[in-house]
């Protein structure tokens, strides 16, 4: 099963250096996981599982230019589902994916 994006959502802010932490890195080649399509919906506002409250704090951050957020669940054939977070800095140089753990 592939993963679409919907092209006519733009993204709405730049992601800077994607990078992965050991952990996630560990985790997606262990498992076969693109993880591309995460930095995609964060990028275009998708925030994941977060709650309305930090919703709209993303909301203000692309607007003001403060740290971003995003959670997501990863579900995997017969395991419980594996949460993810992207973090963009607030100067949009860098965002990162990582474990709750990894924080």
């Known amino acids: 099963m592939g993963f679409y994006l ?24 262990k498992h076969d996981i693109d993880l591309a399509p995460y930095f995609e919906r964060h990028r275009r506002g998708d925030w994941g599982m977060l709650c309305e409250e ?20 990863i579900d995997l054939p017969g395991q ?7 973090i963009t800095e607030h100067d949009r140089s860098v965002t990162t994916i990582l474990f709750p753990s990894e924080y």
């Open 54 to 73: 930090d919703k709209t704090r993303n909301e203000k951050a692309v607007k003001e230019g403060n740290t971003i957020y995003s959670a997501y669940l």
């Open 80 to 86: 419980k589902p594996v949460t993810i977070w992207l």
């Open 6 to 29: 919907n092209q006519e959502i733009q993204p709405r802010f730049e992601l800077g250096e994607t990078i992965a932490t050991d952990g996630v890195f560990a985790f997606a080649a």
